[in-house]
């Protein structure tokens, strides 16, 4: 048999799972607005943990980080870092935090704690949806890589079926489908991707200096070495991914999903551990792959590896893993896309819908979010090109307004729900958010755009927000419960 027929195979079959589960689990869902959000907030650690992980080992994880270890090498690392070592930070310093409340979203949270007005919440949502359409996103390109490289198959027509997939069984049962499947889909990545990186490094006899000196006798010994690699870039490059993360919905989502502010934190904290270690070897084998092969494009580094040099056994193996990890990405980023949509940008200006009204509108937006997310895939040129934009635009105008709204208090106490203690504006909050996403994106300002746009942001919020004090009249915050 075919390691293509292997493929089609083993997609059916897990697909077909994920569905059952996702049945079994529906009414559960459908019971409220906050169950099909946050499942009313009771997640046990166990799944707070396996959502989380393997939400964070998507398919970027393998695919995309593959490719920038294949083209940059370790230099690469310094954007890892940001993007999986601020899982870690996150954990400790903001899931604590937000486990203490039952929010449905940042937004919602930053709207009743910083600055009361539906309009900037609105705002504050939109951009947040961005970087989850672009994970979204992410995970079907690279199916569609690996069908193409592996079976031939039209890379369109994989993304579409991979992407009908995961859209059915997210809007069957919510974060509640997300959740037991990610159970699944978690214990695969951590078994599988074990045993993926102990064969992987084969080539090189699981020996860095081997793999150092091959690399230095190719010629790519810069690959090996930070000391050609701008500072400010590296730095750049961790300060995008950093922003980014903290700036994600899945992660506040699953915080404030979990049972208490212990769950959520011991949650995130150990499973940014274990995908910083994954992610750190994952470069590595796209160096490693450097040495077998130099003429490949970064997003087929990974596929040319399992179709060209594994055993049959071992690369259907590995595509299982990558299915998993990627089934679990697209469907907690896109139920998290969904769920800003409804509970900021429309429950707040449509405060007559009840649950089943707003259950309903979730479960149809997010089959025309997900065919949106596909057509990016389709048109996205990398897989990480599509991260780091989202990433940069999202973190740049949402991170400074989350960090000063904490910080910059108008009493000395504890952040309570229902409660204003902040002396953010909504003046103030519009012009950070939004200046922070524009110059995120101005390539005239360079390389440093990112920290150029953060401290203009976070400048400008606090200058606006005491020039606007006494001139803003707020508005009532709808704290979902």
């Keep these: 048999m075919s390691l293509g027929t292997i493929l089609w195979i083993i997609t059916i079959i897990m697909c077909g799972i994920f569905l059952w589960i996702s049945w079994r689990v529906k009414d559960d869902a459908n019971a409220s607005f906050t169950n099909y959000a946050i499942a009313g907030g009771t997640l046990p650690l166990f799944l707070v943990f396996f959502t989380d992980f393997a939400t964070i080992m998507g398919v970027g994880n393998f695919i995309g980080h593959a490719g920038k270890g294949y083209t940059t090498g370790l230099p690469w690392l310094s954007f890892v870092l940001g993007e999986q070592g601020s899982k870690i930070l996150f954990g400790i310093i903001f899931a604590g935090i937000a486990g203490r409340f039952t929010y449905i979203s940042l937004a919602e949270m930053a709207d009743d704690l910083f600055f009361r007005d539906k309009w900037t919440r609105a705002l504050a949502a939109l951009l947040a949806t961005a970087v989850m359409i672009a994970w979204t996103g992410g995970q079907g390109k690279a199916f569609g890589n690996i069908f193409n490289v592996i079976t031939g198959a039209d890379p ?156 049959v056994w071992l690369s259907a193996m590995v595509f299982a893993l990558i299915l998993a990890a990627g089934m679990s990405s697209a469907d907690s980023c896109l139920n998290s896309a969904v769920v800003l949509i409804v509970n900021d940008l429309i ?82 909050a519009r012009i950070g958010i939004i200046s922070g996403a524009v110059l995120s994106q101005v390539t005239a300002l360079g390389p440093n755009r990112v920290l150029i746009a953060l401290a203009a942001s976070s400048a400008l919020i606090i200058v606006v927000s005491m020039l606007t004090r006494n001139t803003t009249t707020s508005t009532p915050a709808s704290v979902g419960k």
């Design 156 to 311: 369109t027509l994989i993304i579409i079926m991979f992407s009908a997939a995961f859209i059915v069984y997210t809007a069957l049962g919510g974060i509640y489908s997300v959740a037991w499947t990610d159970l699944l889909q978690g214990a695969m990545v951590l078994v599988f991707g074990v045993t993926f990186y102990i064969t992987a490094f084969a080539p090189v006899n699981w020996s860095f200096a081997e793999l150092s000196g091959k690399l230095a006798a190719m010629g790519k010994a810069n690959l090996w070495s930070f000391s050609g690699v701008n500072t400010m870039t590296m730095v750049t490059n961790f300060v995008t991914a950093t922003v980014g993360v903290m700036s994600a919905q899945i992660y506040w989502q699953r915080c404030f999903a979990a049972k208490d502010y212990k769950t959520a934190r011991r949650g995130i904290i150990t499973s940014g551990t274990l995908s910083l270690i994954f992610v750190t070897f994952t470069v590595l084998v796209g160096m490693v792959v450097l040495t077998m092969k130099q003429d490949l494009k970064p997003d087929d580094v990974m596929p040319w590896f399992m179709h060209n040099y594994m055993p």
């Design 347 to 428: 429950k707040p200006f449509r405060p007559d819908l009840n649950d089943k009204q707003l259950v309903k509108a979730a479960t149809w937006l997010t089959y025309i979010v997900g065919a949106f997310a596909c057509y990016v895939a389709i048109k996205a040129a990398t897989i990480i090109s599509l991260f780091s934009r989202a990433y940069a635009m999202t973190g740049s105008g949402l991170v400074p307004l989350i960090i000063i709204g904490l910080l910059w208090k108008e009493r000395n106490e504890p952040h309570q729900m229902g409660k204003k203690n902040s002396k953010i504006t909504p003046w103030g």
